[in-house]
Nanobody, 130 residues
Framework: QVQLVESGGGSVQAGGSLRLSCAASGYTSSSNCMGWFRQAPGKEREGVAA??????????YYADSVKGRFTVSQDNAKNTVYLQMTSLKPEDTAMYYCAASKSGCSGWYYFLVARARHYWGQGTQVTVSS
């Protein structure tokens, strides 16, 4: 019943920008984490960014590799999470997956580790050329 619908992937030049969107239906983000993983061919899926909705306001988390370049945000009214990507590098090329915790989240570590307890989007390809 819960569905995560992604959009915004594409191909850009290095240094360019792209915004990914993930609209969740049949889902409440309260006390949950929503965010993004990515996976390049031959590599493990890695956490990119997340926002935690506990405590009345969103707390954001980022992988070291994207800090200062990516921004995760949300529109609670639309139940949508975004990933604004700037200063894109070829190493950012990957399939990007939206993820949302199913029932609760204690923060970044939980988001990274408890992947079996997440809902997942279909993935959207981001390609950054040099």
């Amino acid at each position: 019943q819960v569905q995560l619908v992604e959009s915004g992937g594409g191909s850009v030049q290095a240094g360019g920008s792209l915004r990914l969107s993930c609209a969740a239906s049949g889902y409440t983000s309260s006390s949950n984490c929503m965010g993004w993983f990515r996976q390049a061919p031959g590599k493990e899926r890695e956490g990119v960014a997340a926002i935690y909705n506990g405590g009345g306001s969103g707390t954001t988390y980022y992988a070291d590799s994207v800090k200062g370049r990516f921004t995760v945000s949300q529109d609670n009214a639309k139940n949508t999470v975004y990933l604004q990507m700037t200063s894109l590098k070829p190493e950012d090329t990957a399939m990007y997956y939206c993820a949302a915790s199913k029932s609760g989240c204690s923060g970044w570590y939980y988001f990274l580790v408890a992947r079996a307890r997440h809902y997942w989007g279909q993935g959207t390809q981001v390609t950054v050329s040099s």
